[in-house]
């Protein structure tokens, strides 16, 4: 899988425009799939899930760090986020369903920060973009 | 069936009031339409929807999507019994247009991320959730 020239350069420019703010906006989708989804809060019993919690932030981060990681290793996700696909499939068990929903509350998240930016071609490259990173990560599910 | 609490009605009816369903309708169903472009099947006879340009300035999807939004503003006035007013539309496009169900989940996240774009301040994490 590749992701096309425009959608690359989309996703890129939005990219340098969140800066060091991405770590913010990965915590707010956190938080939204906690309260649209519940049944999400199953993979993280072991943090404390109250709004504003620090261990959210630092998990957070964490998928900031994974996003801005496979922004800049666009031509080869799959070999980039290996360990993180090992990790998420075999020792936690996620259902790939859990990060398609994490993904919408993210695209909820920048539309609601960005508004501006947040055009069609730009939506349609972010869930391009996205999916690319879903098929890194978790197995098909189907 | 979902049951509402009072505060999940006041909560969704009041942004409701607010909503410009014109323009949510028009970009929800733009969205849909570029960026799972096997929607556009759908659309047979509304001309061009080859670019993002083309289906924005669409007079057929303009005067779809004011129907759209309708339906949900409509609904967010009956919350106690959603399955009324969406009867006749549920026969319309599962028994005579045969849209398959995961579509209007689609739409469904089109429409809050349009929300999104237009409420920034209302759509916290709640209100993203009653919806």
Not at chain 1, 20 to 48: D, Q
């Amino acid at each position: 899988m590749v992701l096309a020239p425009a959608d690359r350069a989309a996703v890129l420019a939005l990219w340098r425009k969140l800066g060091t703010n991405v770590g913010i906006y990965t915590t707010e989708a956190l938080e939204r799939t906690f309260v649209a989804f519940p049944s999400s809060k199953t993979y993280f019993l072991h943090l404390n899930l109250s709004p504003g919690s620090a261990q959210v932030r630092a998990h957070g981060q964490k998928v900031a760090n994974a996003l801005v990681l496979a922004v800049n290793h666009l031509d080869d996700l799959p070999r980039t986020l290996s360990y993180l696909r090992e990790l998420h499939t075999h020792k936690l068990r996620v259902d790939p369903v859990f990060f398609k929903l994490l993904c919408h509350c993210l695209l909820v998240t920048l539309a609601r920060h960005y508004p501006g930016d947040f055009s069609p071609n730009m939506h349609a490259s972010l869930v391009r973009f996205l999916n690319h990173v879903i098929s890194a990560l978790a197995p098909s599910s189907g | 069936m979902v049951h509402f609490t009072t505060e999940e009605k006041a909560a969704v009816a009041s942004l409701w009031t607010k909503v410009n369903v014109e323009v949510v309708g028009g970009e929800s169903l733009a969205r849909l339409l570029i960026i799972y472009p096997w929607t556009q099947r759908f659309c047979d006879s509304f001309g061009n929807l080859c670019s993002e340009s083309a289906i924005m300035g669409n007079p057929k999807v303009k005067a779809h999507s004011r129907k759209v939004p309708n339906s949900f503003g409509n609904a967010s006035k009956h919350m106690d019994d959603l399955k009324g007013p969406f009867a006749d539309l549920s026969e319309l496009h599962c028994d005579k247009l045969h849209v398959d169900p995961e579509n209007f989940r689609l739409l469904g996240n089109m429409i809050l991320i349009v929300l999104a774009t237009h409420f920034s301040k209302e759509f916290t994490p709640q209100m993203q959730a009653y919806h």
